[in-house]
């Protein structure tokens, strides 16, 4: 199940198969909540006025300053635009958001900022920046309004300075935060690390969260034995990773555990 936005060739594509699993199966409508999602996309890369606005209509969208911008926040804008249609559907709805960060904050702490824009090889590995980006995103419209994330976007797409981002974000996307929020985006993202932190739940019961596997399918009993699968990234090189897939085995009254199967596919 998947979707994408291509702002340089000028469609939205949206896969026929729905999801049957996981946090994209946590909607009313997959059409809708795909479709939400890329548009979101569309609107937030494709939007430039001003100069930038002239290289646009000169150029093409590929000119439009949001493409420069990190994945948290593209991502992040667009998972809470997926997640504003109703409170039965989008990724910040599903629960497993709210439940790894509060686990994660118990642990140790919110994710920090450089580990939402690169990507260390740790879970949740691809889905960080959809994860701490929407839940960011999430804390700004709680706390200075969601039109400001629509006047952040309009700001950006308007200013020459935008372009300047990859290489000196003070000038480009920490002016602009400082515009609509006030901050520039490291201290914003302290403050959301200290509100992920106060609103963290805390019981007896807590459990830490396991660093053995990263994916887990749901187990299936067989002749006295749980089975599932799991798999995780294996470092390949700067930058690059390949995934192991596992069958394992657990025999509950012992806890031993065996693989069964291993693979890369």
């Not at 890369?45 to 994945?71: E, I, W």
Request: hydrophobic share 40%.
């Amino acid at each position: 199940a998947n979707a994408y936005a291509d702002t340089f060739f000028r469609r939205i594509s949206l896969y026929l198969y729905p999801p049957s699993e996981g946090e994209l199966a946590f909607t009313r409508n997959w059409w809708r909540a795909a479709g939400a999602h890329e548009l979101a996309h569309w609107l937030h890369l494709t939007a430039a006025a001003g100069v930038p606005g002239m290289l646009v209509r000169l150029f093409g969208d590929a000119y439009a300053p949001s493409h420069s911008v990190p994945d948290w926040l593209s991502e992040g804008l667009a998972v809470y635009a997926e997640s504003g249609l109703s409170t039965y559907e989008g990724r910040l709805n599903e629960g497993f958001y709210d439940a790894y960060l509060a686990v994660r904050v118990r642990g140790g702490g919110a994710p920090s900022l450089s580990q939402a824009s690169f990507l260390p090889p740790e879970f949740p590995e691809r889905r960080a920046p959809r994860l701490f980006g929407g839940e960011f995103m999430e804390y700004l419209a709680l706390t200075y309004g969601r039109e400001s994330l629509a006047h952040f976007v309009q700001a950006y797409g308007s200013s020459l300075a935008s372009y300047l981002s990859p290489v000196l974000p003070l000038a480009g996307l920490d002016r602009t935060a400082r515009l609509v929020f006030g901050k520039r985006f490291a201290l914003l993202w302290k403050e959301w690390q200290a509100w992920e932190a106060e609103r963290a739940p805390r019981s007896a019961s807590d459990q830490e969260a396991s660093g053995r596997y990263w994916s887990l399918s749901p187990p299936v009993f067989w002749k006295g034995s749980l089975y599932f699968t799991c798999s995780y990234p294996v470092p390949a090189g700067p930058f690059r990773q390949i995934r192991r897939h596992e069958l394992r085995a657990l025999a509950p009254e012992t806890g031993e555990e065996r693989v069964v199967l291993r693979s890369s596919s």
